[in-house]
Each structure stands twice: as structure tokens, then as C-alpha cells.
T-cell receptor, first 117, second 114 residues
Framework: DVKVTQSSRYLVKRTGEKVFLECVQDMDHENMFWYRQDPGLGLRLIYFSYDVKMKEKGDIPEGYSVSREKKERFSLILESASTNQTSMYLC????????????????FGSGTRLTVV | GNSVTQMEGPVTLSEEAFLTINCTYTATGYPSLFWYVQYPGEGLQLLLKATKADDKGSNKGFEATYRKETTSFHLEKGSVQVSDSAVYFCALTIMKTSYDKVIFGPGTSLSVIP
């Protein structure tokens, strides 16, 4: 069963801590994404990557960075956690394919609910 | 600009009722259209998709037809179950220069009561 695995379901961190959220996919997908999901705001794209060592800013990259050293792993980094980064974080991946736009949907992880206190 | 609009929730239905969740979109070009479902405490799962006009996507009793003339992709199910209680997201994929961008709707919460 193919999947996207997020390392933690729940995290509690203190303000100012450096936080790492890890995501691993076993489908050999080129593209990986980090979203945050907040009530009333829906899903917002933070960063994405379409290849190893490549990254692109999404709609709300401020306060975040990412790392993609290997194709299967995409890490989201909160350099100095703040309370307004309390949220549900969702990782996703997909294969690009030959058709544009892609007709492949995303495979999502189960999410990490991060609380910053 | 490109956007997805969904009917507001929450939607509450009795078991075995007919479900329609409306979705309309604005997009340049020819997007691919998707429905995702999110069960409580979980990530999103792809429910169905359609990639060109008049295509019908279907899965687990849910259906949606890509209507280019009305720019719509309404989700339907003939008889809902309690286990269908979840949040449903309509989404489209558009082509940018070097990548494909996905735009999600705000989600519609469905609650099915016995």
C-alpha cells in the first residue's frame, strides 16, 4: 500500500524552538508539498519541491524553510516557532506525468497537529 | 484569477438521503478537476477526478461530471451513510510555466445522522 508518512501525529513545542516536520513517501514521486490547514482558511501551500534539492515558495512561506536531500523525504523547518504557527500540517506528493496539467491527484499524509505554546 | 467555490456547510443529512455538494470554478485553460475527502483527524484522500469536459468521475458511490459550459463539478451520491461524514474538498489543477498548481476549495463539512 503506497503511502505518505508524517513522522508525528501530534507535537507540542515551545515558542522560539526550531521544529522539524518530516515527511517520507514510498511512491518515487517527483513532487512533494507542505500545506497548513486552519479553520476558515482552508489549505494553504507553504513550500513545494519538484526535484531533489529543488524548492519553491508557496503562498505563505514566511517563517518556514524546507529541505529535500533525497527524493523520498521532504522536511519542513520552523526556524523559530511562534504561536501563530499552531496548525495542522499536511504533506502531500504526486507524480508529474507527461500530461499538463497533471491529471494525477495528490497523496496526502495523515497530518501533524502542531501546538506552539 | 483561478478559484474554486463550494457550497457552504455544514450540511446535515439523514442516512440514505441524496447528497449534492456544489462546486464551481474559475480557471484559464483546461484544468483537471478533483474531489478529496477528509475524515476526522486524517489527511485528505483523493475521492474522484475528471480531466476533460463531460468526463464523469466516480468512486465509492460518489459521482461528479465535468461541466465546462457551467464551470461546475458537483459531487453527488444517491444514498449517504453515517460513514460518509467528513469534509469534502473540490480542487482543480492548472498549468503554470514549470509546475502544476492545485487550488482547493474551502471544503464542505457533511454530517450524516442515523
Amino acid at each position: 500500500d503506497v503511502k505518505v508518512t508524517q513522522s508525528s501525529r501530534y507535537l507540542v513545542k515551545r515558542t522560539g524552538e526550531k521544529v522539524f516536520l518530516e515527511c517520507v513517501q514510498d511512491m518515487d514521486h517527483e513532487n512533494m508539498f507542505w500545506y497548513r490547514q486552519d479553520p476558515g482558511l482552508g489549505l494553504r501551500l507553504i513550500y513545494f519541491s519538484y526535484d531533489v534539492k529543488m524548492k519553491e515558495k508557496g503562498d505563505i512561506p514566511e517563517g518556514y524553510s524546507v529541505s529535500r536531500e533525497k527524493k523520498e523525504r521532504f522536511s519542513l523547518i520552523l526556524e523559530s516557532a511562534s504561536t501563530n504557527q499552531t496548525s495542522m500540517y499536511l504533506c502531500a506528493s504526486n507524480v508529474q506525468g507527461a500530461l499538463r496539467p497533471s491529471n494525477y491527484g495528490y497523496t496526502f499524509g495523515s497530518g501533524t497537529r502542531l501546538t506552539v505554546v | 484569477g483561478n478559484s474554486v467555490t463550494q457550497m457552504e456547510g455544514p450540511v446535515t443529512l439523514s442516512e440514505e438521503a441524496f447528497l449534492t455538494i456544489n462546486c464551481t470554478y474559475t480557471a484559464t485553460g483546461y484544468p483537471s478537476l478533483f474531489w478529496y475527502v477528509q475524515y476526522p483527524g486524517e489527511g485528505l484522500q483523493l475521492l474522484l477526478k475528471a480531466t476533460k469536459a463531460d468526463d464523469k468521475g466516480s468512486n465509492k458511490g460518489f459521482e461528479a461530471t465535468y461541466r465546462k459550459e457551467t464551470t461546475s463539478f458537483h459531487l453527488e451520491k444517491g444514498s449517504v451513510q453515517v460513514s460518509d461524514s467528513a469534509v469534502y474538498f473540490c480542487a482543480l489543477t492548472i498549468m503554470k510555466t514549470s509546475y502544476d498548481k492545485v487550488i482547493f476549495g474551502p471544503g464542505t463539512s457533511l454530517s450524516v445522522i442515523p
